[in-house]
């Protein structure tokens, strides 16, 4: 089973992931997650994508799809993969697109999460207060969403027009948005 998983930020991403990756039994993998423990670790990468992340832009394309290859290519990976937060550009899109292929493989579902604006920015804002995530600020945030609804929003034709789309409501209870989810990618990847 190979998944995706996209929304706007605060639509609940990494939360349902964690729950839809559990369900079909493969690795959730969240390219956020990875720049953040870099950046907690201080690592090379850490520090050269710690002001991007601050400033909500998008890492560069080429560093994004080398951590993504190099994850993708470890055996964990083999029955599949649930990606949370990539592709995020076109440039990623036919990267993926690419990497699956020379590989005899594709996509089985891409989730998108819909959740209306005014809520994404105050669950964001509540979830600042929660995690304190250095990039959960009224500025930032701002950014972050106009970053998606120009760059990323748009990614979902290209996943609509190969029939992959699978567009949850993404308001309501965690628990219900999990078990809507569920059910409407079930009967997308039943045979
Ligand atoms: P997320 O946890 O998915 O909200 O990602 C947090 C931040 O990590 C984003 O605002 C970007 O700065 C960076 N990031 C995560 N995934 C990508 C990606 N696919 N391409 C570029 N930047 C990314």
């Given amino acids: 089973m190979r998944l995706l998983i996209m929304g706007a930020p ?3 991403k990494g939360t349902q992931a964690t729950a839809l990756a559990e369900r079909f039994g493969v690795p959730a993998i969240s390219t956020g997650d990875i720049f953040r423990h870099n950046i907690k670790n201080q690592t090379p990468l850490g520090v050269k994508v710690k002001s991007i992340l601050d400033a909500g832009e998008y890492v560069p394309d080429d560093v994004t ?4 290859a190099d994850r993708l290519a470890q055996p964990d990976c083999e029955p599949g993969f ?5 592709p995020r550009t076109m440039h990623q899109v036919h990267f993926l697109d690419r990497y699956l292929a020379d590989r005899g493989e594709g996509l ?3 989730v998108s999460l ?3 604006p005014e809520a994404l920015v105050r669950r964001l804002l509540a979830r600042a207060e929660i995690e304190g995530r250095a990039d959960d600020n009224e500025d930032t945030i701002r950014r972050r969403m106009e970053v998606y609804a120009g760059q990323t929003a748009p990614l979902l034709f290209h996943y609509e027009n190969k029939g992959l789309l699978v567009d949850v409501d993404g308001t309501g209870s965690v628990d219900d948005v999990r078990a809507r989810m569920f059910s409407q990618v079930e009967a997308h990847v039943a045979p």
């Avoid at 799809?65 to 993504?68: G, L, N, P, T």
């Fill in 10 to 12: 605060g639509a609940g």
């Fill in 82 to 86: 649930l990606l949370d937060g990539f």
């Fill in 114 to 116: 819909m959740v209306e």
């Fill in 108 to 110: 089985d579902a891409v």
């Fill in 65 to 68: 799809e080398e951590i993504v």
